[in-house]
């Protein structure tokens, strides 16, 4: 099954997707691909997104590739940034993050199914 994420690159997109978040929840992983540890978070979120229980917007960052959607993401929500790294925004509020070896498939699905209601 194919994973179901949007890669975003521009800051416009990233924009657009967090004053949507008010409609529909975000689910963010800040990548970095030169990690192998973020290479392990990765591989975690590419699983979850395969069949997401919540409705969500998956969306990845690759930090490197893109630093400055990376650092709007930073400067608008508040989060020191850390790579790998996961985001969990509704509302444009971070609900929930998590970094490095404390992102898995389990962890990502108890926050989200505790934090986003069923559609």
Not at 10 to 35: D, M, N, P, V
Not at 65 to 89: D, F, T, Y
Request: with cysteine.
């Amino acid at each position: 099954m194919k994973p179901n994420y949007q890669e975003i690159d521009s800051t416009e997109q990233w924009e657009a997707l967090l004053e949507q978040s008010g409609e529909r929840a975000l689910l963010l992983l800040k990548h970095s691909t030169a990690c192998p540890i973020s290479g392990a978070a990765f591989k975690e979120f590419n699983v979850y997104t395969r069949k997401p229980k919540r409705p969500l917007n998956c969306v990845l960052v690759k930090v490197i590739e893109s630093r400055p959607v990376s650092n709007a993401i930073e400067a608008k929500l508040g989060i020191k940034h850390e790579s790998p790294q996961v985001l969990l925004v509704r509302d444009g509020e971070v609900l929930w993050h998590a970094s490095h070896w404390d992102i898995s498939y389990e962890r990502i699905e108890q926050q989200v199914n505790a934090r986003i209601p069923k559609a």
